[in-house]
């Protein structure tokens, strides 16, 4: 399934929650004129500049070889492989990962909760 369409729809979104923002409107205007909760408005402001461009999910899945870094899993039809970022937001080839939902979850688990041990399981993860 191609999703191009969907993504190019949610990225305008985004923009247009930053743009409202900074033009002074509040949190509850904003989410009123986008039919969402104010609490979905501000997790799309904070991941406003988190898009990535398809062709470059594309190219990480090609360089991953569709499988998960941890697990080898592959994808499954409803539990798509997800793009991780190591640091930051850099959408480089030497700050992506390529994992499963499980392993993504437990990545975030780590982040938050021990950053040796994260540090420790992205280098593991990384060609």
Not at 18 to 24: D, H, K, T, W
Not at 59 to 88: M, Q, W
């Amino acid at each position: 399934m191609d999703n191009t369409e969907y993504l190019k729809k949610r990225a305008a979104r985004y923009e247009r929650v930053v743009l409202l923002r900074e033009s002074g409107m509040k949190w509850k205007d904003i989410a009123k004129d986008l039919g969402v909760s104010v609490a979905r408005v501000q997790v799309m402001y904070i991941y406003s500049d988190n898009y990535m461009p398809n062709s470059m999910r594309e190219f990480v899945r090609d360089y991953y070889e569709n499988k998960c870094v941890f697990c080898s899993t592959r994808h499954i039809s409803g539990a798509p492989l997800h793009v991780h970022h190591k640091k930051g937001k850099e959408h480089e080839l030497k700050n992506l990962l390529l994992v499963c939902h499980i392993c993504h979850s437990f990545l975030h688990k780590l982040k938050h909760h021990d950053n040796e041990a994260y540090d420790f399981f992205i280098d593991k993860g990384s060609k």
